[in-house]
C-alpha cells in the first residue's frame, strides 16, 4: 500500500501563499489518484481537489476553485497543493489520500492516507 507523508501547512496571512506536498513511497505515486482532504474543528472532512493519475484531469471544491491549484510531479513521486489568497475558512488540517481505482468525493472512497499537516489563515 501507498504511504503518503504531507508537508508544507502552517501559519500563512489572508491573501499570501502557501504549497503542501504529499510525498508517496512504498508504492510508485503514478498509479493512483490523489486527492486533498481538509477537516476543520467541529466539521466533518471534505475533499478539497482531485488529480487524475497523469494529472489530465482535475476537480475542485467550489470555494477554493480559482484559488487553489493541485497539481503532480510523478518522477518525484509527489503531489502538490498550491494554496492562494486563502481565507480564515480554509483554516484546517490538511490530507492527502490515494486510491489506485478513481477520485472519489468522499473521504471512505480512499484507501491510502497522510497524516495531515495544519494550515492556519490568519493575519
Known amino acids: 500500500q501507498v504511504q503518503l507523508v504531507e508537508s508544507g501547512g502552517g501559519l500563512v496571512q489572508p491573501g499570501n501563499s502557501l504549497k503542501l506536498s504529499c510525498v508517496a513511497s512504498e508504492l510508485p505515486l503514478e498509479y493512483y489518484f490523489v486527492g486533498w482532504f481538509r477537516q476543520a474543528p467541529g466539521k466533518e472532512r471534505e475533499m478539497v481537489s482531485c488529480?487524475?493519475?497523469?494529472?489530465?484531469?482535475?476537480n475542485y471544491l467550489d470555494s477554493v476553485a480559482g484559488r487553489f491549484t493541485i497539481s503532480r510531479d510523478n518522477t518525484k513521486n509527489t503531489a502538490y497543493l498550491e494554496m492562494n489568497s486563502p481565507m480564515p475558512e480554509d483554516t484546517a488540517v490538511y490530507y492527502c489520500?490515494?486510491?489506485?481505482?478513481?477520485?472519489?468525493?468522499?473521504?471512505?472512497?480512499?484507501?491510502?492516507w497522510g497524516q495531515g499537516t495544519q494550515v492556519s489563515v490568519s493575519s
Open positions: 489520500a490515494a486510491d489506485a481505482l478513481k477520485c472519489y468525493d468522499f473521504a471512505e472512497g480512499f484507501g491510502s
Open positions: 488529480i487524475s493519475t497523469s494529472g489530465a484531469i482535475t
